[in-house]
Antibody, heavy 116, light 106 residues
Framework: QVQLQQSGAELAKPGSSVKISCKAS????????ISWIKQTTGQGLEYIGY????????NYNEKFKGKATLTVDKSSSTAFMQLSSLTPDDSAVYYC?????????WGQGTLVTVSS | DTVLTQSPALAVSPGERVTISCRAS??????MHWYQQKPGQQPKLLIY???NLESGVPARFSGSGSGTDFTLTIDPVEADDTATYFC?????????FGSGTKLEIK
């Protein structure tokens, strides 16, 4: 069965970076893009962007350009999202999801807390 | 960006019919999808392409609409349907989500 397993919670200091992973199993990794979504209580769900897992090509929501960097490692069927120059506004649960226009399969979410 | 507007909360009794609405600030054709999210869990896809039931989702759930006005219907509602329901559009870039409708079963 399709599974997306995300890395564990992160506690980071303002100004630092974190890198979240999303390991896919149960399907051919390069047949589907991977999307990333941010969820906060205040802003709800926000679409960060997606990555073509075959070519590495990316598409970002303008709001997250310069904040998020999406990459993949095809050898391990893993997608990554790096968040840089962290501020408290980046504190959120981040999800990866298999992208096929709709988001039919989601990871369990990774909580990122930015605090000094 | 395309703004999706949902009513914040609804409360219904088991066995009733409930409709959850989502209005888009511009046309999204039929590129509208619905998700259910329970506390502490990831969202779950219910309806895609405005009216197509995702595999494994009970037929109590249905969707309708096109353009700017969309509806998710649950009939009949069960206690387990307590959750927040989000709409999401994939027609315009960037994809956007509604703010969610919290459904309480009385």
């Amino acid at each position: 069965q399709v599974q997306l397993q995300q890395s564990g919670a992160e506690l980071a200091k303002p100004g630092s970076s974190v890198k979240i992973s999303c390991k896919a199993s149960g399907y051919t990794f390069t047949s589907y893009y991977i999307s990333w979504i941010k969820q906060t209580t205040g802003q709800g769900l926000e679409y960060i962007g997606y990555i073509n897992t075959g070519s590495g090509g990316t598409n970002y929501n303008e709001k997250f350009k310069g904040k998020a960097t999406l990459t993949v490692d095809k050898s391990s069927s893993t997608a990554f999202m790096q968040l840089s120059s962290l501020t408290p506004d980046d504190s959120a649960v981040y999800y990866c999801a298999r992208f096929e226009v709709v988001l039919a399969y989601w990871g369990q979410g990774t909580l990122v807390t930015v605090s000094s | 960006d395309t703004v999706l507007t949902q009513s914040p909360a609804l409360a219904v009794s088991p066995g009733e019919r409930v409709t959850i609405s989502c209005r888009a600030s511009e046309s999204v054709s039929t590129g509208m999808h619905w998700y259910q999210q329970k506390p502490g869990q990831q969202p779950k896809l219910l309806i895609y392409g405005a009216s197509n039931l995702e595999s494994g989702v009970p037929a109590r759930f249905s969707g309708s609409g096109s353009g700017t006005d969309f509806t998710l219907t649950i009939d009949p509602v069960e206690a387990d349907d307590t959750a927040t329901y989000f709409c999401q559009q994939s027609w315009n870039d960037p994809f956007t989500f509604g703010s969610g409708t919290k459904l309480e079963i009385k």
